[in-house]
């Protein structure tokens, strides 16, 4: 049988006249020409306009050209939420190079990690950060990164540690540089780092073309319309802040910038610049509603906030609702660049009663709408499992917004995306709506607080400890982070060791918020074969219901 013959099949290939790859930097290019008036940025008295903050871009970008910066090089930023975060998300790929955001909250050892796996060749740092980078560079095996200063008026203290500040850098580019677009939208624009269950965090490496769908994902799934208003509760260095970076280019929107999560601050933000939009872990939002001078009822100005980690309780739901802040809860990983499955809200929730619409809010959702699959699968049959509520299997992703895969990586890459799905390490069912609900992590990873930890890596510090012989580590429910780490630990006969002297150890060999917030000593249950029984520990624990109840 001859081939079907098609008349659509005209024959031309991809010209610059219909094909251009994607990317997230032409959001940018298109607000500075359309909206070149309108603001883009505001922090602490200082504000920019479209066509500065892309004229300043451009600069840094010509800037960092002229340090020999180009395609596949990596640059790296330990920075809060200030101006110079936000346009590093387009100077830096303007130049065809990778932007690696470090997580303020590291410690040194981690962060040397980072720098020489990622090859970083420049590295902005904000004084604030001054002390543990330069320990970090001290730490570092391989070659150290040129140091740019990012020097923040609004913080007092610190040391300048580089051999230029970002401002002069910024006044030696060219205004007109040309950015240098991606050869193929699948080159690399980003290089976050997560926490690995075991050994050394994985460098997930994103690309333009998720980059430029997640941007435009968030507008849709979070209702932001055009020149939204977007406060920067949420860090940067999260997942690119989540693609927001690139979001609020392509809304035209304006950047709020906010140095440090302060409830006082946040609420005058918020009447001030006439905040629409916000994003965070569910610790921002019990932050907000717990604050004294929390703004009540007519007083407090409408806001839509997106929220991810554990399924946001019912008391979290409406304590936000209270003070003006309708959530919207949303569900991912630094793989799939942050939220790729919402909560998708359906008409009448609004009407339900406050623990029914808490129950119908708190699912991990659908897809986000520009990502092509999320859903609950059988791994063994690679099978969507029934929509029952009942049935466990693992969640997973397909499409345009996963990554590219794991940074020198090969045999993480190919577990992570066997079957044709990334898999996330998270169990759950699907309701009879198709929703997702998150139940249990096959993965030993704790989310704190937004952050993630590995169990792994904090029993490994336990046994350093003189007086352990086994621990095990688990998560814990906790009312203001979600969850935290539990530690199990069975000391050697003879030993001795207090709570206070366990997590004392754990904070002076890693980041305080990896350390375990609670100690329980005693035998720890395992097999015959010697293996330590975890679930049980997490039956003990509760660890369930910091994720599903």
């Known amino acids: 049988m001859s081939e079907r013959q098609n008349q659509y099949n005209i024959g031309l290939d991809k010209t610059p006249a219909n094909y251009v790859p994607l990317s997230p930097l032409s959001f940018l290019a298109r607000s500075a020409a359309v909206y070149p008036d309108h603001v883009s940025t505001v922090y602490e008295g200082r504000s920019f306009t479209w066509a500065q903050t892309y004229e300043r871009c451009r600069r840094f970008a010509s800037w960092l050209a002229g340090r020999g910066i180009g395609v596949g090089d990596t640059v790296a930023a330990m920075l809060p939420n200030i101006p110079a975060m936000n346009e590093a998300h387009f100077a830096v790929p303007m130049t065809g190079a990778v932007l690696n955001a470090?997580?303020?909250?590291?410690?040194?050892?981690?962060?040397?990690?980072?720098?020489?796996?990622?090859?970083?060749?420049?590295?902005?740092?904000?004084?604030?950060?001054?002390?543990?980078?330069?320990?970090?560079?001290?730490?570092?095996?391989?070659?150290?990164?040129?140091?740019?200063?990012?020097?923040?008026?609004?913080?007092?203290?610190?040391?300048?540690?580089?051999?230029?500040?970002?401002?002069?850098?910024?006044?030696?580019?060219?205004?007109d540089f040309a950015?240098?677009?991606?050869?193929?939208?699948?080159?690399?624009?980003?290089?976050?780092?997560?926490?690995?269950?075991?050994?050394?965090?994985?460098?997930?490496?994103?690309?333009?073309?998720?980059?430029?769908?997640?941007?435009?994902?968030?507008?849709?799934?979070?209702?932001?319309?055009q020149h939204p208003v977007y406060l920067w509760t949420l860090?940067?260095?999260?997942?690119?802040?989540?693609?927001?970076?690139?979001?609020?280019?392509?809304?035209?929107?304006?950047?709020?910038?906010?140095?440090?999560?302060?409830?006082t601050r946040i609420f005058e933000l918020i009447k001030q610049h006439g905040v629409t939009h916000m994003c965070g872990a569910p610790i921002v939002y019990n932050t907000l509603i717990n604050a004294p001078d929390a703004p009540k009822g007519n007083a407090a100005r409408r806001v839509v906030g997106l929220i991810a980690g554990a399924a946001p309780p019912v008391a979290v739901l409406e304590g936000a609702e209270?003070?003006?802040?309708?959530?919207?809860?949303?569900?991912?990983?630094?793989?799939?660049?942050?939220?790729?499955?919402?909560?998708?809200?359906?008409?009448?929730?609004?009407?339900?009663?406050?623990?029914?619409?808490?129950?119908?809010?708190?699912?991990?959702?659908?897809?986000?709408?520009?990502?092509?699959?999320?859903?609950?699968?059988?791994?063994?049959?690679?099978?969507?499992?029934?929509?029952?509520?009942e049935t466990i299997g693992e969640v997973m992703f397909r499409g345009n917004i996963v990554m590219k895969g794991y940074l020198k990586n090969e045999k993480a890459?190919?577990?992570?995306?066997?079957?044709?799905?990334?898999?996330?390490?998270?169990?759950?069912?699907?309701?009879?709506?198709?929703?997702?609900?998150?139940?249990?992590?096959?993965?030993?990873?704790?989310?704190?607080?937004?952050?993630?930890?590995?169990?792994?890596?904090?029993?490994?510090?336990?046994?350093?400890?003189?007086?352990?012989?086994?621990?095990?580590?688990?998560?814990?429910?906790?009312?203001?982070?979600?969850?935290?780490?539990?530690?199990?630990?069975?000391?050697?006969?003879?030993?001795?060791?207090?709570?206070?002297?366990?997590?004392?150890?754990?904070?002076?060999?890693?980041?305080?918020?990896?350390t375990p917030k609670a100690v329980v000593f005693g035998p720890i249950p395992k097999t015959s074969t010697g293996k330590i029984q975890k679930f049980l520990l997490r039956n003990e624990v509760g660890s369930m219901k910091a994720i599903s109840t």
Not at 148 to 169: L, Q, T
Not at 197 to 216: D, E, I, Q, S
Not at 242 to 253: R, S, V
């Open 322 to 389: 209270n003070i003006g802040i309708k959530l919207t809860h949303v569900y991912g990983l630094t793989e799939v660049y942050g939220p790729a499955s919402v909560c998708a809200e359906q008409p009448g929730w609004d009407d339900l009663p406050a623990a029914e619409r808490a129950s119908m809010k708190r699912r991990q959702g659908v897809p986000y709408p520009l990502e092509e699959g999320v859903t609950v699968i059988d791994p063994q049959t690679m099978k969507q499992v029934p929509r029952d509520g």
């Open 102 to 175: 470090l997580n303020i909250r590291l410690d040194a050892p981690s962060i040397a990690f980072q720098l020489d796996h990622g090859g970083a060749k420049i590295i902005l740092v904000d004084p604030e950060f001054s002390g543990v980078i330069t320990d970090a560079l001290a730490r570092m095996s391989g070659p150290k990164p040129f140091v740019v200063d990012v020097d923040d008026a609004a913080f007092k203290g610190g040391r300048r540690i580089g051999e230029i500040e970002y401002e002069a850098a910024v006044a030696q580019g060219d205004p």
């Open 235 to 263: 860090p940067m260095f999260h997942c690119n802040g989540w693609c927001f970076p690139w979001t609020i280019a392509a809304a035209a929107g304006i950047n709020v910038c906010l140095r440090k999560v302060e409830p």
């Open 413 to 514: 890459t190919k577990e992570a995306f066997e079957g044709g799905w990334f898999h996330t390490g998270d169990l759950g069912v699907l309701d009879a709506h198709g929703y997702i609900i998150i139940k249990d992590r096959s993965k030993d990873i704790i989310i704190s607080g937004g952050e993630n930890i590995s169990s792994v890596e904090v029993e490994d510090i336990l046994y350093k400890h003189p007086a352990v012989l086994f621990a095990a580590v688990v998560a814990k429910p906790d009312p203001k982070w979600g969850e935290v780490p539990c530690a199990f630990v069975e000391l050697k006969d003879g030993a001795s060791a207090s709570e206070a002297d366990i997590i004392a150890f754990c904070r002076s060999h890693m980041s305080g918020f990896k």
């Open 179 to 225: 950015a240098i677009p991606p050869r193929d939208e699948w080159d690399a624009i980003a290089l976050s780092y997560t926490s690995g269950t075991t050994g050394n965090p994985k460098g997930v490496v994103t690309h333009h073309r998720g980059a430029y769908l997640n941007a435009v994902s968030n507008i849709l799934a979070g209702q932001l319309g």
